[in-house]
């Protein structure tokens, strides 16, 4: 059975309910209600506007970083003779290459 065993028991219980008192300021009015959803409209709006930007950042990065290793190609060739050289070349795209992961992370979380 529920915890209410008849009508009578469901009247008493809502009469009790309706006595307990609400601690509710005063409603806005329309003009601040208007605002507010003018505000809300307007953060909506710029968000949608900045969704296809936010969404491209990393596929710029990893561009950069592609541009990067093909202008880096012709360096190490060229370098080929300078083992120093050639490890400072490839010390520089690792450091790209990481420097591409961890700002592709910060824009994916």
Avoid: Y
Wanted: charged share 20%; glycine share 4%; hydrophobic share 55%.
């Amino acid at each position: 059975m529920s915890d209410f065993e008849s009508e009578h028991d469901v009247a008493e219980w809502m009469r009790e309910l309706t006595a307990i008192p609400l601690e509710m300021g005063p409603l806005p009015n329309a003009h601040q209600i208007w605002w507010k959803a003018e505000l809300l409209k307007r953060w909506d709006a710029r968000r949608h506007a900045v969704a296809p930007i936010e969404r491209a950042e990393p596929v710029q990065v990893w561009i950069g970083l592609a541009g990067a290793a093909v202008l880096l190609v012709p360096v190490v060739r060229s370098l080929a003779g300078s083992p120093g050289a050639l490890v400072a070349a490839i010390v520089t795209f690792v450091a790209l290459a990481t420097c591409a992961i961890v700002a592709t992370r910060e824009f994916v979380s």
